[in-house]
């Protein structure tokens, strides 16, 4: 097979799964511009990607995330100095959007999953809508399965903890060890 067949075969394989995984993050523009990065990684790295490529690549995803979160801070920032701009010229002021409107259940699961921290958050969504075993999941993140094991459960117990008290939305991360 070639490397242009093997690359086929690996997008025909793994393309939705790298886009859902992107779509559950951020938005469907973005989402396509993730898959689009991931699989150009994946083209030049074609000969170190393992058998289990599926896993692999949701890795490579989660890092071309993370790396636009970090370009967007530093947008934001600048977008912050142009928004102050805007204030003091209100005539230049953009309308005000409409929130997007949710069932009341779905609000409250939302809002939960927003006010965990980011690892907590990543540690369920992998499980729940990537579908991932709990090695799998170790993997993509770059930990030991016990390790995975461990967030997974802590996880759980602050999204519990923030369903049946939706106030309590800040993360109590005054005991070192429950920072983990």
Do not use: C
Request: aromatic share 4%; hydrophobic share 45%.
């Amino acid at each position: 097979m070639s490397a242009r067949q093997h690359f086929e075969a690996l997008y025909a394989a793994h393309a939705g799964a790298v886009r859902g995984y992107a779509m559950r993050r951020t938005t469907p523009v973005q989402a396509d511009d993730v898959v689009a990065e991931v699989f150009l990684i994946a083209w030049r790295r074609l000969d170190d990607i393992p058998a289990d490529a599926r896993v692999w690549l949701l890795g490579v995803a989660r890092r071309v995330l993370a790396n636009a979160r970090r370009s967007s801070a530093r947008q934001h920032a600048v977008q912050s100095r142009l928004e102050h701009d805007i204030r003091t010229r209100p005539e230049h002021a953009p309308a005000a959007e409409q929130p997007l409107t949710l069932e009341p259940a779905a609000r409250q699961v939302m809002d939960a999953l927003r006010s965990l921290r980011e690892s907590d958050r990543e540690a369920l969504l992998l499980i729940a809508w990537e579908e991932l075993s709990h090695r799998e999941a170790a993997r993509v993140l770059g930990v030991r399965e016990s390790t995975f094991g461990v967030r997974l459960h802590r996880a759980k117990r602050r999204l519990r903890q923030a369903l049946t008290n939706p106030s309590a939305t800040t993360p109590d991360i005054t005991n070192p060890l429950e920072a983990r």
